[in-house]
Every structure is written in structure tokens, then in C-alpha cells.
């Protein structure tokens, strides 16, 4: 078998797209894997322009590309990540992707002859199942790194993540000399209501009350469940009459709020203590524990109400 025999025979043999072009992008190699892919014979395609071929190619986009490999003399390549596909090619992934065509990444090589380029050699490689498993893979890190910050009952922040939130609009507020209010409000009466509807009535509560309270709020706030029935609201920018303002908002909502479980209509209310960041607050520790001071005084006075930390009466 000749030379000429062994390289003709593992070009049709390869699994990957061989194409190459004279200077002015007319077509004067094809393999197998084309004839396969494209579904035409190199008869069709020989002397071909390739924009002829492939109306789909971007034109501008390509012929830079191929000046830049004549130019520089040098191989180039183009891989899926950064452009999905080329050429309009099905892919022959049997399982389901949601790829329509085939991902590919493809390298451009001066092919040389006497020192001097004569030609262009374009390799295809299928990168469909690449692709595929990295696209499945990044969307399984997203959902990892989601429900490390979600709370899988009330799909708001858990606390991890609600006091990193904290501590970082802490610094933040320090730093430039903002204001930073806080709000944390707890169900009354949460026990009874958990024994009168059940645990599942309870946590429809819960559900219900985080998704009202995230609808009233900006979306710069930052909310997230404290624990158990207790929730916390981050108001960054925010002076104590705002912050009242929102405390008695999401006071108002909750008590006129109807939660509706199975056969029950449930009625809740919440307490809410209001505290914003003074000079005293060396961490964002204090701020928590003034808005729980706060808290307690709106649990003691007799609850559904709104308390700030230095007031002893509810917030008018
Ligand atoms: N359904 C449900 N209940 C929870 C959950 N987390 C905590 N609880 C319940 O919430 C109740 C809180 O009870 P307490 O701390 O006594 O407070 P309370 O009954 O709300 O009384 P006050 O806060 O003083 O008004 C407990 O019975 C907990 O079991 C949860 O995710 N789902």
C-alpha cells in the first residue's frame, strides 16, 4: 500500500471532519465524515465555494479567521465554548440533548507547499457529549450552590446565607457611612397554631408568609429565615422611619393574610422588632441582638405588633 493509500484510507477512516480550501475559500478536500454529516457526496462540493455550501457560515467572522492563520502563518482554533457550532452539522447523540446541532470545535491549519500556503485545513471535531455533560454539569453546580443558600421550605435565604448578607452590608454600611436597618419578625402563637392544623398546616403557614413578605419587598432587601418561625429582613440605605415603615407593612399584610390549608382557612400574625446600626455596634452581632431586644418587647407587650429597641411603646 502506498503513502498516498494509508493517508486516504485513515482520512476516511477518522471520526472527525476534514475540509480543506484553497486561498479563496473554494473547497478542494472533503472526508467521509462530511460526506456523512453534510449528506453530499465530494463530487457535489468539489470546487465549491464553502459560503456556497454553507449559507449558515458567518462570513466576516470566518474570513478573519482565515486571514489570520495565512497572515501568521499559524494554526488557530475555535472551540465549542466560545462558538457551539460552525457548521449546521446533526449530531448523532443518541440520548436526548438539547442541542440541535452538533458542538464543535474546530482548528485551522495552513497546510504548506514550497514555503509558500496554498491552502487551508479545517478539522471538525464532534464536541455534542462534551457539551452535553458540561452543560448537565453546570447546571447541577448552580443547583448545588442554590440550595447551600436556599431554605428548602420557604425558598428564601437560610441563615448561613442570610448572615454572610449581613455581615457583608455591615462592613459596607461602615465603610461609606450608610444606613443598615433590620427587621426580624416571628409568628405568635406558632406552637398552638402547629397543634390546631398540624405540622403540614404550619409549615403551609411559613410557606405563605415568606412569599407575601418577599413580594412587598425592594429588591435590594435581603430576606431570609432566621430559624424555625422567625424571619429576617436586611434593609441597606435605610433610616429607622423607613425601616418602621416596612416592619408595619409586613405586620399589617401577615394579619390580614388568609393561609389556606386543605379544608382551614388560618389566620396568623407576626411580632416585629426594628433596629437600625448606630455607632455602638462594633459587629453585626449587635444589630442582631438590639432587633431581638426589639423583638421580645413586641412578643411581651402582647404580640402582632411593632417594636423598636429604644421605644417601650409600639411603633405609631
Ligand atoms: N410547622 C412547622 N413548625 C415549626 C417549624 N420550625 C419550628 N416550628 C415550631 O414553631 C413552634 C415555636 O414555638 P414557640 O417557640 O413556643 O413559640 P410560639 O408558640 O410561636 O409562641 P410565641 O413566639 O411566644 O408567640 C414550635 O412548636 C416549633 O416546633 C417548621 O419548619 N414547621
Known sequence: MSLDSYCSHITDKINTGILVLDLDYNIVMWNRFMQIHVNKKSDEVLGKNIFEVFS???????????SSVTQLNTQSFCSWEQRHHLFELPHTRPITTDSVFMAQNC??????????????CILIEDATDVYHYQTKLN????????????????????????????????SRARRYDHGLALIMFDLDYFKLLNDTFGHQGGD???????????????????????GGEEFAIILPETDLTGAIDVAKRVRSTIENMTVTFQEDHIKATVS?????????????????????????????????????????????
Not at 449558515?56 to 482565515?66: A, N, T, V
Not at 495552513?110 to 496554498?118: A, L, N, Q, S
Open 107 to 120: 482548528t485551522f491549519s495552513p497546510v504548506i507547499d514550497e514555503g509558500k500556503i496554498t491552502n487551508i
Open 56 to 66: 449558515e457560515l458567518p462570513q466576516r467572522w470566518f474570513e478573519r479567521k482565515l
Open 272 to 316: 416585629v422588632g426594628v433596629a437600625v446600626m448606630n455607632n455602638e455596634d462594633k459587629r453585626y452581632e449587635d444589630l442582631i441582638s438590639n432587633t431581638d431586644i426589639a423583638l421580645y418587647k413586641a412578643k411581651s407587650s402582647g404580640r402582632n405588633m411593632v417594636f423598636t429597641a429604644k421605644e417601650t411603646r409600639e411603633c405609631a
Open 204 to 226: 403551609k403557614v411559613l410557606i405563605d408568609v415568606a412569599t407575601q413578605v418577599q413580594s412587598l419587598l425592594r429588591t435590594c432587601d435581603i430576606f431570609g429565615r432566621y
Open 139 to 170: 447546571g447541577a453546580l448552580e443547583q448545588l450552590a442554590l440550595s447551600n443558600r436556599i431554605d428548602g421550605l420557604t425558598q428564601v435565604f437560610n441563615r448561613k446565607h442570610w448572615e454572610e448578607c449581613l455581615a457583608n452590608e455591615f
